[in-house]
């Protein structure tokens, strides 16, 4: 497997493609080469299945001269000659043409691939409103199961309960539907997901007007959601008749309700649209969500009464590369258009869920450590944001930093000026006197002069902090907010119990470390606090990630999380793959490899720092993959076993016992690491 590592196919993908062929109303010959011209550069692209568009054999625009026998008979001979074709070329091919059945004309989809017709599929709904006339020409195919056609040599399998599915990649499943099916009430594809297909295909001639496009993409991430699959839609385009209509030959692909690809429109030449469509995904996603199943159990498993067309596909082998948007920061929003939106969502589900717990438990003062870290920076501004929507001062939160032996006067001085800035109530609690003396009781080198900086040494810290705050508490009548995230939750780096992993309520356990950072920036950015206040958040946001619990250095170096426990940016990135979708860890070290190896390439986040675009070779991310998930399947599980409440935030997921994650503690990695070492490349 080492050797076909960079092989997409290997790892659950296949490349798919929506193309509209050149194409010219009535010529046959003409559209028939134009298929084939297209199917040959789909080839080359290394596609495993090409989607034309409806009719685009014949061309759709046709009215009265669907019924011509001279043009019926030469669009089957046609067919004859692309099945021919296709025994060199490696896509399955997805071609629309008008066929004769019984004495009746259909608006079919005929499946190709490699010298074969694989099947055909009779388009299910035919629009017979506004500028649709189709029910004066075609019959309707959607009672049409079990049967077969004759297509001129070739005899198919014919109706619309196909699920076509290569032998040699099991996510490989396809269903067809035609243009109106998918505006129906119940599209066909509903069917056709619940019988397992993994891959849904439209072969559309829908004509363009205005808004049409948007209501196109709608429908077509609806589906895809909605039916947990891919969704490849393809329209026809320039070279229809424009007697009274227009075209722009829209193609788009969209996964798991993301839009994967979308062509370019209103071209003269053909636009190959390419996505790499992670099947393995699908599949994963249904196996997870329980609704999918019980939806086929209630439509009488669908699966029980569709035929299954198996085929074997001859794929292009080797590194193709990867066609497909990958996000590096998984956890934080990407859409352009929606990023304020996103981000304000994020924010104030923190805020709201806070604000709950004020109103449940109506506290004299919420009681929080401040390091002038991220974590409890963002905390700070989530409490202070709770309180200025309830009404409630400020001072209401009772802010502590509490130095020791490894606190940098840099982030002290952050943490002071930040909780001045929100104008909270500030105090210092100097702890080195009282870890000195637990140290001293428990009879620890450093006690005695020696630089023994041990786990011990630093939960003695963390934990006295806690303690701390805990009796603060108390004290004031308040509840501790705790400033863990979900990325430490995930890498066990917390203390437990008397420690960090401890607080009367989470505030940040849903949110990642990455998310955090993005967060913090989308508040200067945005003004949601006062300028002095943004400023120090900038500050705290260009400080090294650090716990703080190892003495300064003689060179002045201060103890760093991230060389410890690897990148943050690729642990949230694991983290998103593993929980979310149960991924191999050879998929996602393929998946972060894409995604990291080369910062130039891909999409970054809006406003993202230059300075801390970072990149990753496959040794350094096979690295930090296998510490993940030694510290995340056999480590540190009992600590997320025992977490206090907070709010989910992200899709992504949440690791509290009571929502998305669930495992016993005494687990062991071994299936994963084995799967690693077996699979990855070393570099």
């Known amino acids: 497997m080492k050797q076909s590592f960079y092989d997409l196919h290997q790892h659950g993908f296949i490349r798919a493609g929506a193309s509209t062929p050149r194409v010219r109303t009535a010529d046959v010959a003409f559209n028939r080469e134009s298929i084939l011209e297209e199917a040959r550069r789909a080839d080359e692209a290394g596609l495993d299945l090409l989607v034309l568009p409806e009719l685009c054999l014949s061309s ?10 001279a043009l019926l008979d030469a669009v089957e001979a046609a067919v004859g000659d692309i099945v021919a074709a296709s025994t060199e070329l490696s896509p399955v091919l997805l071609i629309g043409a008008p066929l004769r059945h019984n004495s009746r004309l259909y608006n079919c ?28 020409w075609f019959a309707h195919g959607r009672n049409i199961s079990g049967r077969t056609i004759r297509v001129g040599e070739c005899e198919a399998p014919f109706g619309v309960d196909l699920i076509f599915a290569a032998d040699n990649l099991p996510g490989f499943k396809l269903f067809v539907e035609i243009c109106e099916d998918y505006w129906a009430a119940i599209p066909p594809s509903c069917e056709g997901a619940l019988a397992g297909a993994t891959i849904i295909a439209n072969l559309s001639a829908s004509n363009i007007t205005i808004g049409k496009s948007d209501e196109r993409h709608l429908l077509a991430r609806a589906q895809s959601a909605r039916t947990a699959s891919a969704y490849i839609y393809s ?6 008749s424009t007697t009274d209509l227009a075209w722009d030959g829209q193609g788009m692909i969209y996964e798991l309700g993301d839009l994967m690809a979308e062509s370019d429109r209103f071209t003269l030449d053909p636009d190959l649209c390419i996505a790499d469509i992670d099947c393995e995904r699908i599949v994963n996603d249904r196996m997870r969500m329980q609704t999918f199943n019980d939806a086929a159990e209630h439509a009488g498993r669908p699966e029980d009464r569709f035929r299954t067309i198996a085929f074997h596909h001859e794929f292009k082998a080797g590194d193709l590369g990867l066609i497909r948007p990958i996000r590096r920061f998984p956890f934080v929003p990407n859409r352009q258009h929606k990023l304020d939106e996103d981000c304000f969502e994020a924010f104030n589900i923190q805020v709201d869920a806070l604000m709950r717990r004020i109103q449940a438990t109506r506290p004299k003062s919420l009681i929080i450590g401040i390091s002038g870290g991220l974590d409890s920076t963002h905390a700070l501004i989530v409490a202070a944001k709770a309180c200025d929507r309830l009404g409630l001062p400020r001072t209401t939160i009772r802010g502590y930093t509490m130095p020791c032996f490894g ?30 003396r637990m140290l001293e009781d428990i009879g620890h080198p450093f006690a005695d002069g020696e630089p023994v900086y041990d786990v011990t040494f630093e939960n003695v810290q963390a934990g006295l902090r806690t303690d701390y705050l805990f009796r603060l508490a108390g004290q004031h009548g308040g509840f501790v907010i705790g400033t863990g995230d979900l990325s430490e939750l995930a890498l066990g780096w917390c203390t437990y119990g008397v420690g960090d992993q401890m607080s009367h309520y989470a505030v ?8 955090i950072q993005y967060l913090i920036r989308w508040a200067t950015s945005t003004d949601q606090f006062d300028p002095q206040t943004d400023a120090i958040l900038e500050a705290i946001l260009k400080t090294e990630i650090s716990p703080e619990l190892v003495p300064v250095g003689e060179d002045g170096e201060i103890q760093s999380t991230e ?4 990148p943050y940016e690729l642990n949230d990135f694991f983290l998103h793959h593993i929980v979310r979708f149960g991924q191999t860890p050879s998929k996602v070290a393929f998946l972060a490899w894409h995604a990291w190896h080369d910062a130039k390439h891909g999409i970054w986040p809006s406003a993202f720092p230059e300075t801390n675009k970072n990149q990753y070779d496959l040794a350094t991310i096979r690295k930090w993959l296998e510490s993940f998930l030694i510290r995340f399947f056999q480590f540190s599980q009992f600590k997320r076993s025992a977490i206090p409440n907070g709010p989910k935030v992200s899709s992504g997921g949440a690791l509290s016992p009571r929502g998305d994650w669930r495992a016993p503690s005494d687990a062991v990695a071994g299936p994963w690491l084995d799967e690693l070492k077996n699979n990855v490349p070393e570099s």
């Open 60 to 69: 759709y625009a046709l009215d009265d001269l669907h019924m011509q026998a």
């Open 109 to 136: 989809a005929l499946v190709i691939a490699r010298g074969r017709l694989l099947g055909v599929v009779p388009k299910s709904f035919l629009p017979n409103y506004r500028e649709y006339y189709e029910k004066r």
């Open 235 to 240: 329209a026809a385009g320039h070279g229809e």
């Open 407 to 436: 606190t940098s006067e840099g982030t002290k001085q952050n943490a002071w000026k930040l909780m001045n800035a929100l104008e909270i109530t500030a105090e210092e609690i100097d702890i080195r006197p009282a870890a000195k």
């Open 508 to 515: 940040n356990c849903g949110v990642p470390k990455t998310l």
């Open 563 to 566: 060389e410890k426990i690897g």
